[in-house]
Structures are given as C-alpha cells and as structure tokens.
C-alpha cells in the first residue's frame, strides 16, 4: 500500500501563509503498489492542523475536535507527507474512508 497522492481541501491552490497556523480537510488517495495519481483505490480525509492551531482553539474555546486528526508543527507538504507515510499502516483506522 501507497499515498498516490494527498490534497489539501482548504488550500486547493496554494499553502496558507502561516506555515505555523493553519488547519484544513485533507485527502489521502491510497493505491497498492503499481498505482499513481490518476490510478488509487481508496480515499481518506483527515484533519491536519498545526499545534499552534489547537493552541489558539483550546484558548478561544477551551477545547479542540475534529474528526481523523492529525496534528504537526508546520503545515507545510513535506512534513504532512511524512506524518501522513507515518501512519500508513493504520490509515483504516485512522482515517475517515470516503
């Protein structure tokens, strides 16, 4: 099993501009291993938010949810990328199937 690909539904064109805050829906696309962009087998979505995100929630709202979640420092493609390959062999319980 592979990541064939992963979006951001809330940045469809380009990241946010505070790699340090920021929260959006994302789209994992999940093939075997001869798969690719346009060839994947099933699609997951998680929330991916930065700590400083969950940070400002707790202190406005006094608590955090959200479904599927995965938190990192910077909401940047590479360390999402590597949270996202991290939890690969869990992804079907983790992450919420479309």
Excluded: Q, W
């Excluded at 696309?29 to 099933?42: A, C, K, P, R, Y």
């Excluded at 699609?43 to 990192?72: M, P």
């Excluded at 996202?84 to 479309?98: C, D, R, S, V």
């Amino acid at each position: 099993m592979k990541i064939s690909s992963f979006y951001y539904i809330d940045y469809p064109d380009s990241l946010p501009t505070d790699p340090l805050f920021a929260s959006s829906e994302v789209y994992v696309e999940v093939s075997g291993t001869d798969g690719d962009i346009n060839n994947f087998d099933l699609t997951y979505a998680f929330t991916v938010c930065t700590i400083e995100f969950v940070r400002r929630s707790l202190s406005i709202e006094h608590f955090f949810s959200a479904r599927s979640v995965v938190v990192v420092d910077r909401f940047d493609d590479h360390t999402i990328k590597n949270a996202l390959e991290a939890i690969l062999p869990k992804i079907n319980t983790l992450g919420l199937l479309k």
